[in-house]
């Protein structure tokens, strides 16, 4: 516990193996970090990562299928999950979405419980927590935290960061460790703490939570508590008592006589231990995994694991009423301006290649800006899930694209059906499927432009500028404003997917 910026999520980052150390040693149970380890470890984020268009059981499902051994059966990993979700009491919701920012879908506490549930899938021996109650009610709060109690109490080891809890909370903590400034101010039961900073002449003079009154402290504030002697006589002479005031003590001097006092109990203490180590061990049928055995599934079980929970989430986004009418409706209006034309004169056949040269455009413009604000969005829950070694990165990417597929054909094809039927093409199958192929093609290319330039940027406003500029350049290039392009310029119009030619 402790204010912000004093170290926590820097501290559990460190446990977790998440960073690396520029000095010192870190050990379980007297071993240094290793892979074999890592599967031991759970790491819930304070940030609640999960796709927003799943439900609560396929998250867990997909979870499960891809990172528990592979010593497991299919049925067995979702027998898992599905314990899981009755464990924590997510059986009401479990056929809900997640939800996001423009959608509603399970509350704050719930999506909370989904992350907690999605690390202990492997039965983790430590689990590390980055401040879970952030942004919940007091209820909400006291479930979470009591779920985490039960968790503890089954034999495993629950570590976790709090700002500042209730007084409820705070009382349901078994060890507590203080900081303030990256230093330790206090380690030892949490019941204690209280007793501990009395102790040394430290109290609050008025009713006041605990955690609030150690938080103050780990801030350096002393307003409304009273001031240890040894620190009064360090800073205020005698002589000059009566001249001075609590109020001008400084917070660093504060912090610099608690890290003193702190270190010189440790230095009584010797090196006791206030904590026995607990061993790291799991159930035999979730048993850590070897570093010859990294991955919870094959490469293939990866790709189409992945594939399917790719469809799953993105058709909700691929078919969303904004996107359809966006396509129905501007099929309409290009069947409407191009109404049975006719391809025999010369002006009308100049009139079909302008109808070509749009559907182009549109199929070109629009899969690129989509795709554009797709990996920024991905990219928090790719770190998240690679991190933790859920799959390899190559069979993401050929899932990525592959289960892209699909959903990028049957919109062109609903849209070159209508125009075709308005404007009246050339309505022969060979034509519609050279035309049909054209727009797959060009939908392919942009989607997968768009896709860079987001994954290089990580900026939409960057992305976006840049795409512009690129679809702009393509479209001039193309061969219909212009015919005779300078020799410096000829090779945009060799990669332009826009060309006529």
Avoid at 247 to 260: A, F, T
Avoid at 336 to 361: E, H, Y
Wanted: include cysteine; charge should be positive.
């Amino acid at each position: 516990m402790g204010p912000s910026g004093g170290g926590k999520t820097t501290l559990l980052n460190l446990l977790s193996g998440r960073i690396k150390l520029d000095s010192g040693t870190i050990t379980y149970n007297n071993q240094p970090y290793s892979k074999s380890l890592k599967w031991r470890i759970g790491f819930v984020l304070q940030d609640d990562v999960a796709f927003p268009h799943l439900t609560v059981k396929e998250t867990l499902t997909y979870a499960a299928l891809l990172r528990l051994p592979n010593t497991l059966t299919m049925q067995q990993k979702k027998e898992r999950a599905t314990y899981v979700i009755s464990e924590l009491g997510l059986e009401r919701c479990q056929n809900t979405v997640i939800g996001g920012t423009f959608f509603r879908g399970i509350s704050g506490g719930e999506r909370k419980m989904v992350c907690i549930a999605n690390e202990i899938l492997l039965n983790p021996s430590l689990l590390l927590l980055d401040e879970p109650t952030s942004g919940l009610d007091s209820t909400t709060a006291l479930q979470i935290v009591k779920m985490l109690r039960n968790i503890a109490r089954s034999g495993k080891t629950v570590v976790t960061t709090i700002h500042q809890p209730s007084s409820r909370l705070f009382s349901k903590f078994d060890k507590l460790i203080l900081l303030g400034k990256g230093s330790s101010l206090y380690f030892g039961k949490a019941s204690d703490a209280m007793l501990y900073f009395s102790s040394m002449g430290c109290s609050p003079l008025i009713a006041m939570n605990p955690a609030e009154f150690l938080i103050d402290l780990a801030n350096g504030n002393i307003k409304d508590k009273s001031v240890p002697s040894d620190l009064e006589d360090k800073f205020f002479p005698r002589n000059n008592s009566l001249d001075m005031k609590h109020g001008e003590l400084s917070q660093v001097d504060v912090h610099e006589y608690l890290v003193e006092a702190y270190a010189v109990k440790e230095a009584k203490l010797g090196k006791t231990k206030l904590i026995k180590p607990l061993l790291i061990d799991a159930e035999p049928r979730m048993k850590a995994r070897s570093s010859t055995m990294e991955w919870g599934a094959t490469w293939w079980d990866q790709f189409s694991i992945l594939f399917r929970r790719g469809l799953k989430e993105r058709r909700h986004e691929y078919f969303s009423c904004i996107r359809i009418t966006q396509v129905f409706s501007t099929a309409i209006v290009m069947g409407l301006l191009w109404w049975r034309s006719d391809a025999s004169s010369p002006k009308g056949l100049q009139d079909q290649a302008g109808l070509l040269f749009f559907i182009s455009v549109f199929w070109a413009f629009f899969p690129m800006f989509t795709a554009i604000f797709t990996f920024p969005q991905e990219r928090v829950m790719l770190a998240k899930e690679r991190s933790v070694g859920m799959y390899r990165l190559s069979a993401y990417l050929l899932a990525r694209m592959t289960s892209d597929l699909p959903l990028d054909l049957i919109l062109p094809l609903v849209f070159l059906v209508i125009v075709y039927l308005m404007a009246g093409l050339k309505s022969t199958f060979t034509a519609f499927s050279l035309t049909m192929l054209t727009v797959f093609l060009s939908v392919v290319a942009a989607q997968g432009l768009g896709l860079t330039i987001g994954a290089a940027f990580m900026d939409v406003k960057k992305a976006s500028t840049l795409a512009s500029v690129i679809i702009m350049t393509s479209m001039l290039s193309g061969g219909f404003f212009i015919q005779k392009v300078p020799v410096f310029m000829s090779w945009v119009h060799h990669v332009s997917p826009l060309s006529k030619d």
